[in-house]
């Protein structure tokens, strides 16, 4: 069954041939990264008509790169919620629009859902029952899967997601958008005890990290002994190259600290046989090696290719693929909800 994949909920346009749940055929995406870069952030209306000249275009090049014309597209699924409305709107009115015209069956689907099915694009099948982080930069989740569509959400963040985190904490030290890349590049030449932040407490399996990107503001204004009123722009004018990189590893080591803490208080109640991450934030190196470092010996791990990380059209039909195994019946193109905000279920 060959399922095309669209993703369009953020500042990636993006669209994927995917056969049988688990074989890319093709896979495109065009990033606006460069785009948001120069304002520090995603700017929902750029985003919006970014997705529209892109749109059709990744299609087209998903098909001719899989020699495939959409006669030969069994399905065609897309990310329907959560995500920017103005994206959202454009993915889905393409993917409806060719559902309609060619009489495909369409199949709307949740976006961290499909995050954590990128892990099953990675050549190996993940045992079930499975932990899996949902780390990106709008959500901090782990959830418990028994089987295929079935997830419950078991923690999750009271605040700030922890993409959020890396990106608002990049901020502060002046390193570019997106702050995740950026901050796991700086990190690299620097001392990651040299300034202990704390860990926030937050009662069972779930996360807080406003307090974190709080925490690192106060560690600068002291270092550089400025009062706490200093505004970030000042402060990262003093900051040297070397003071940037330890805050930057401090941050990414104790970001790293409470995840592996929640997975493995998570493993206590739960008894997954793998563990995987999934999300923005998974493609984290220093994550990964700890990951791997804490669990391998107990759980199969599984991380999704770094590309697949972030966000794209494979995960998209992955996921859309096993839920039509577990029983999923097609939508009506012409009845589709978008939503900013949802739960996966
Ligand atoms: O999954 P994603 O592409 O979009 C959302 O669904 O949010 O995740 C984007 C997030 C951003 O916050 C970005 O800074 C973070 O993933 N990210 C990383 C890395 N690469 C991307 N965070 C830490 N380390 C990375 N290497
Ligand atoms: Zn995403």
Not at 3 to 30: H, R, Y
Not at 39 to 54: F, K, L
Not at 207 to 214: A, N
Not at 285 to 292: D, G, N, P, T
């Amino acid at each position: 069954m060959k399922i095309l994949g669209i993703e369009s909920s953020c500042d990636e346009t993006a669209a994927a041939i995917v056969e049988n749940g688990d074989k890319i055929l093709s896979n495109v995406v065009v990033s606006q990264i460069d785009i948001h870069a120069a304002y520090g952030g995603v700017i929902p209306e750029v985003a919006a008509r970014s997705h529209i000249e892109a749109i059709e275009p990744v299609i087209a090049q998903t098909l001719s790169d899989a020699e495939l014309s959409i006669k030969d597209i069994d399905a065609v699924a897309v990310t329907h919620t959560p995500g920017l409305v103005g994206s959202l709107l454009i993915g889905t009115l393409a993917a409806r629009t060719i559902a309609v015209i060619n009489n495909i069956p369409f199949y709307p689907t949740h976006h961290l859902k499909s995050h954590i099915y990128a892990n099953w694009l990675s050549g190996h099948q993940p045992q079930f029952p499975l932990l899996a982080a949902v780390i990106s930069g709008g959500h901090t989740q782990i959830i418990y899967m028994e089987r295929h569509d079935h997830f419950e959400i078991i923690g999750t963040t009271r605040d700030d997601a922890i993409g959020e985190c890396f990106d608002k904490i990049a901020k502060i030290l002046g390193l570019p958008y997106p702050g995740g890349p950026s901050i796991a590049t700086a990190a690299i030449k620097g001392d990651s005890k040299k300034y202990p932040l704390p860990i926030p407490k937050v009662d069972n399996l779930d996360f807080s990290f406003s307090g974190l990107k709080t925490a690192v503001l106060r560690a600068v204004q002291k270092e550089l002994d400025l009062p706490i009123t200093t505004p970030s722009y000042e402060l990262q004018k003093q900051l040297t190259e070397q003071q940037i990189a330890d805050f930057a590893a401090s941050f990414q080591a104790t970001a790293v600290k409470i995840l592996i803490q929640k997975l493995n208080k998570a493993t206590e109640f739960f008894p997954a046989k793998s563990i995987l991450l999934a999300g923005g934030v998974s493609a984290n190196q220093v994550l990964r090696q700890e990951i791997e470092k804490s669990f391998s010996k107990t759980h199969q791990v599984f991380f999704p290719e770094p590309r697949l990380s972030t966000d794209n059209g494979a995960m998209v039909a992955s996921a859309a693929y096993y839920s039509i195994q577990a029983g999923e019946q097609a939508s009506d193109p012409y009845e589709l909800d978008i939503s900013p905000r949802s739960i996966i279920q």
